[in-house]
């Protein structure tokens, strides 16, 4: 069963910066994608990047490309998501997933929250 544990989130101004972990057990990850979700409050949970667990390929939304980095520690089964240049838009419940290459996300951590004050 695989397990996913999100932290670091927290309460940061506009234009500063966040780094959130998802720590993985359960599995050996080789054949997963991960990724990190958000929802605002009274909003739809939206994609924001994602990573090739083996090759380290990344994927970003284009509401955080060039802002967010994903990275992944192989010996800690660790994924992180570097946030920059918050902006109160940012605020959200961050949650970290999990996907067999080809299927859809079916593992999920219990999320974080992220709040950018203006």
């Known amino acids: 069963q695989v397990q996913l544990v999100e932290s670091g989130g927290g309460l940061v101004q506009a234009g500063g910066s966040l780094r959130l972990s998802c720590a993985a057990s359960g599995r050996t990850f080789s054949s997963y994608r991960m990724g990190w979700f958000r929802q605002a409050p009274g909003k739809e949970r939206e994609f924001v990047g994602s990573i090739t667990w083996s090759t380290g390929s990344t994927y970003y939304a284009d509401s955080v490309k060039g802002r967010f980095t994903i990275s992944r520690d192989n010996a800690k089964n660790t994924m992180y998501l570097h946030m920059n240049s918050l902006k109160p838009e940012d605020t959200a419940v961050y949650y970290c997933?999990?996907?067999?290459?080809?299927?859809?996300?079916?593992?999920w951590g219990q999320g974080t929250q992220v709040t950018v004050s203006s």
């Open positions: 997933a999990a996907a067999l290459l080809g299927f859809k996300y079916d593992n």
